[in-house]
């Protein structure tokens, strides 16, 4: 059974920081791209940030550029999103996709991140 579990979210304040975290589970994580994807209320889920299979490659939003970092750990099978100097404007549900080279895409149930004083 494949399983994508998020955590890490919660309330920060503007400038804080944040980890998620996305345990996965039931697929082989290591031939995987793996991605975040944030979607604010009425607004679509847009993609974060994504890294590699290899780990070789990286891909931010252009919003988070400088302020978040996506890494993976292929033994613990886990991906996770640093977020630094946090804004008003990152408050979103934080969801976790992992993507196969044929298309096979899998998603977490997402985790909530609140950027507010």
């Known amino acids: 059974q494949v399983q994508l579990v998020e955590s890490g979210g919660g309330l920060v304040q503007p400038g804080g920081s944040l980890r998620l975290s996305c345990a996965a589970s039931?697929?082989?994580?290591?031939?995987?791209?793996m991605s975040w994807y944030r979607q604010a209320p009425g607004k679509e889920r847009d993609l974060v940030a994504a890294?590699?299979?290899?780990?070789?490659?990286?891909n931010y939003a252009d919003s988070v550029k400088g302020r978040f970092l996506i890494s993976r750990d292929d033994v613990k099978n886990t991906v996770s999103l640093q977020m630094n100097s946090l804004k008003s404007e990152d408050t979103a549900v934080y969801y976790c996709?992992?993507?196969?080279?044929?298309?096979?895409?899998?998603w977490g149930q997402g985790t909530q991140v609140t950027v507010s004083s």
């Open positions: 039931g697929f082989t994580f290591t031939i995987y791209t």
């Open positions: 890294i590699s299979s290899d780990s070789e490659t990286t």
């Open positions: 996709k992992a993507r196969s080279m044929g298309g096979l895409a899998y």
